[in-house]
Nanobody
Framework: VQLQASGGGLVQAGGSLRLSCAAS????????LGWFRQAPGKEREIVAR????????YYADSVKGRFTISRDKAKNTVDLQMNSLKFEDTAVYYC?????????????WGQGTQVTVSS
């Protein structure tokens, strides 16, 4: 699976950004897709994930109510709508994909896209 992320940028606190990740190379049946982020000096953490088949979602507590993950089966994309952005959301965001049979395996990663939130 090849993943191509886009949509990062600079935004003021309280603003919004939408990230998009285009997947190609294989069918995504029984796969999950997710967004992770890594801030300077911190470990990579999961932000949100979604199952391709049913669209079941999960969010990190820090983004619940502000971020929305969605997938478009026709376009083979997974988007992350980020609203009410905070300074602490500043990070490099990565999309990832992998099979979800029994457990989530993040086998494939896209390149990161920088999100910078100014306070």
């Amino acid at each position: 699976v090849q993943l191509q992320a886009s949509g990062g940028g600079l935004v003021q606190a309280g603003g919004s950004l939408r990230l998009s990740c285009a997947a190609s190379g294989r069918t995504l049946t029984n796969y999950g897709l997710g967004w992770f982020r890594q801030a300077p000096g911190k470990e990579r953490e999961i932000v949100a994930r979604i199952t391709w088949n049913l669209g079941t979602t999960y969010y990190a507590d820090s983004v619940k109510g502000r971020f929305t993950i969605s997938r478009d089966k026709a376009k083979n994309t997974v988007d992350l709508q980020m609203n009410s952005l905070k300074f602490e959301d500043t990070a490099v965001y990565y999309c990832a994909a992998g099979p979800t049979l029994g457990q989530w395996l993040w086998n494939y990663w896209g390149q990161g896209t920088q999100v910078t939130v100014s306070s």
